[in-house]
Each structure stands twice: as structure tokens, then as C-alpha cells.
């Protein structure tokens, strides 16, 4: 009986190695890494046949350095806006995708529609590999004059970092959390600038942004605020960080509803900001922070 090949972990993948600089298209160099792993750590069993998630949600990414040759070898370029379902089986390591976006750069194309095309494509086969799923991401690519539509805008939202608290946990420490259950209810939405964790393989700093909405009993902000600080010496991807996030903010402070939506600031020239909710809403606009 065949055996099924081990899963690919982040050891696998080329983060933290030399790697060549490949010019010619090459959709090999995507490099998926399954969810359920760090899913099952923050206790979110892997999705089967008729389950699903705690969550809706997506991780949308930008591509800022994207570039092909045109059918005379004229250079071009462009912006492209992804947007990852969450229920996909994996996420795309990241330095895999700015390696697969590079072997664009040299590589002709008839028009932007092709490049369009192709992203898709290959992204999505990438995101869904070894599931017996299919499905497509979403693609949104933006050329030179577009350039001047693209806003940047803070994160709507009270923000937490007005508040002078004492911190002094920088691993995740879920126990920060407490919210009034004995008072009314209330519905707000909070925001922090103060989001820091570390790349899971390297150990390199990961800066973001978040925003937490909710309903239900009043989640002490002194607390919160301590809680998103002690990320700052954890090693975990940002859509794991969300997820993370998500659960233990369900867990101690039981909400009727909540979306984490984080926007961290861009390394290779990809940004990466996941977007989980409790319940169904219109997705988040992937307008960049003055920090991306």
C-alpha cells in the first residue's frame, strides 16, 4: 500500500537559505505549507468531510514588486491584490511567493491579462494542493494608471495604545484576557499599532497593525492591549498570529461576535493581512496602512 509523502513543514521551504534568482517563469518555486498543524495547536481540528471552521475569513496579500516583459521585451509592471480563502488547506510560504513573482521578470507576456491568468492559476492550484478540492483565489491586478487610486488609511477604531499599561509578557499570554460579564453587552470596534511577532523559521520581526470588533460582554482594554504585546517574541506566521488571536478572544472573552482583521507592514515586497470573523460581512477593503 502506498504511503502518502510526509507534509511539507517550514524547515522544507527556503526561508533562511541562498537561494537562486530565477528570471523565466517558474510556478514550481510556490511552496504551499498545510494549515492544519498550527490550526490543530490552537486547537481548531482539521476541516473534514461535512465540518467547518470556527471562522470565516481571508488573507488578502499585496504584491508590490510585480514585473514582466511585454511581446517586444518592454519591461511592465504592476500591482496584484490576492486574496487567499481561508478554508483553503494551505497558505503559500512567503519567500516561495516573491521567488515565483521574480521568475516573472524576465519572462514575456502578451498583456497584463495573461500575467492575471496565470497568478490565478497557479495560486490556486498551490493554495488547494493535495486537498482533492479545487477552488481559485481572488486576483486583482492594478497597472501604472492605477497607481494614484490606491489610498492609505489607518485602521477605523478606538485605539488601545492610548492607554499607559505595564508590560512585561512577550509570549502569548491568553490569560490577559477578561471581558464584564455581569454588565450589558456592548458592540466596538478597538485597534492597536502595537502588533509585533517573529517570522516562525527566520526569527525576523513581523510589524502589524490590528483591529478587533465585537458584540458582547465589554472586553477589559487595559488587558487586551498587554495580551497583543506579548506577541512580540512569538515565532508563528501572521495568518497563525490571527487565527491565535481569534480563538483566544472567543475562548476567555466569549463575544456574540467577532472579526481580528491585522495589517502587517510588507517584507520582499509582499504584505500579508488576515482577515477571521464569526459571522458573514462584506470583506475589508486591502487598503494599506502608512506603515505597509
Not at 487567499?84 to 488547506?89: A, D, G
Request: with cysteine; charged share 25%.
Amino acid at each position: 500500500m502506498a504511503m502518502n509523502p510526509p507534509a511539507p513543514t517550514p524547515e522544507d521551504s527556503q526561508l533562511g537559505k541562498a537561494s537562486a534568482y530565477k528570471d523565466q517563469y517558474d510556478p514550481s518555486l510556490l511552496f504551499p505549507l498545510p494549515r492544519a498543524a498550527k490550526r490543530e495547536e490552537i486547537g481548531i481540528p482539521q476541516v473534514k468531510k461535512g465540518s467547518v471552521l470556527p471562522f470565516l475569513g481571508a488573507d488578502l496579500w499585496t504584491a508590490y514588486e510585480l514585473s514582466w516583459l511585454n511581446a517586444r521585451g518592454k519591461p511592465q509592471v504592476a500591482i496584484a491584490h490576492v486574496t487567499v480563502p481561508c478554508e483553503t488547506p494551505n497558505i503559500v510560504e512567503s519567500k516561495s511567493f516573491k521567488l515565483y513573482l521574480n521568475s516573472f521578470n524576465n519572462t514575456k507576456f502578451a498583456d497584463a491579462d495573461e500575467v492575471k491568468v496565470r497568478l490565478r492559476m497557479d495560486l490556486s492550484e498551490a493554495v488547494w494542493r493535495g486537498s482533492g478540492k479545487s477552488g481559485f483565489v481572488g486576483l486583482r491586478l492594478l497597472t501604472p494608471e492605477q497607481f494614484d487610486q490606491e489610498p492609505i488609511h489607518e485602521l477605523d477604531g478606538l485605539s488601545l495604545d492610548r492607554l499607559d499599561v505595564e508590560c512585561t509578557q512577550y509570549q502569548p499570554a491568553p490569560e490577559l484576557l477578561s471581558a464584564a460579564f455581569d454588565e450589558q453587552p456592548v458592540t466596538e470596534t478597538l485597534t492597536s499599532g502595537l502588533l509585533k511577532s517573529n517570522c516562525l523559521v527566520t526569527g525576523q520581526p513581523d510589524w502589524g497593525s490590528v483591529q478587533i470588533s465585537y458584540s458582547g460582554p465589554q472586553i477589559d482594554q487595559a488587558g487586551l492591549l498587554q495580551y497583543l504585546v506579548s506577541f512580540r517574541q512569538h515565532n508563528e506566521f501572521h495568518e497563525q498570529c490571527v487565527e491565535r488571536i481569534y480563538m483566544d478572544l472567543m475562548r476567555r472573552c466569549k463575544p456574540t461576535k467577532l472579526t481580528v482583521y491585522a495589517r502587517y507592514t510588507r517584507r520582499g515586497g509582499l504584505d500579508i493581512n488576515p482577515w477571521r470573523s464569526s459571522h458573514p460581512q462584506t470583506q475589508p477593503a486591502n487598503v494599506r496602512t502608512a506603515r505597509q
